[in-house]
């Protein structure tokens, strides 16, 4: 009896990890420190691509209640915040409306987001990973602070970084499902990141067991 008292305690505290992790994983405020501590090269380079507004986010705290509401307010199928109960009634979330809020490219190519194994092998190379695994988060946060490049491979940190913020997981590591859109960072600037935003959003709303912080939780805080 002891002994499964001990093991209820425990799962208990791992699904609280869990959850803690994908919070803080989806915070802005992480995304803030990191942004203080590149130099002008790097922040040049950011902005190339059209993710400069991510160097200057103003909402910089999640709050879980709020969170919470406004996800149960999202209706995937209309994509669209509704509010019947007050004045703000329904607010579509389109395209134009992501790009209004998170300043991010509306290109004409999608984002392609599925498990690639030749996209995996690329992207393991070039970060020099040898135990196969999928970088954690917290290390290409601290890469991209001690890196003194802003050559390719920082962008391509960068842009792991950011996807975890569009596209946050439960887990402590990268998601390898980026990263065929991320191979070619000169076509970095030319994907809808906007639509990609929107379609995770979804897929969050319509999961069985949704969390809300699996989507861009800031997105719809400012919208709201």
Not at 166 to 180: D, F, I, K, M
Request: with cysteine; charged share 25%; aromatic share 8%.
């Amino acid at each position: 009896m002891e002994n499964e008292v001990q093991e209820d305690v425990e799962d208990a505290n791992n699904v609280e990890a869990k959850k803690q992790t994908l919070f803080n994983s989806a915070s802005p405020m992480k995304v803030i420190k990191v942004c203080k501590l590149l130099d002008r090269k790097q922040r040049k380079k950011i902005m190339k691509v059209g993710f400069g507004s991510f160097l200057d986010i103003k909402c910089s705290k999640l709050f879980p209640e709020l969170c919470k509401y406004l996800m149960d307010h999202f209706d995937p199928d209309t994509s669209a915040l509704e509010f019947p109960e007050d004045e703000r009634g329904i607010i579509p979330i389109i395209v134009d409306t992501v790009f209004e809020v998170l300043g991010i490219p509306k290109g004409a190519l999608p984002v392609i987001y599925q498990y690639d194994s030749v996209s995996v092998k690329y992207v393991l190379d070039l970060l020099q990973v040898e135990d196969g695994r999928q970088p954690k988060i917290s290390d290409i946060e601290t890469r991209l602070t001690e890196m003194g490049t802003a050559e390719d491979p920082f962008l391509l940190l960068w842009m792991l970084y950011v996807v975890c913020f569009l596209a946050p997981t439960t887990g402590v590591r990268v998601s390898p499902n980026c990263y065929p859109s991320l191979v070619n960072v000169s076509q970095i600037n030319k994907l809808d990141w906007c639509r990609f935003t929107i379609n995770i959003l979804i897929q969050t709303a319509k999961a069985k067991n949704k969390n809300c912080f699996k989507a861009c939780m800031p997105l719809l805080m400012v919208i709201a």
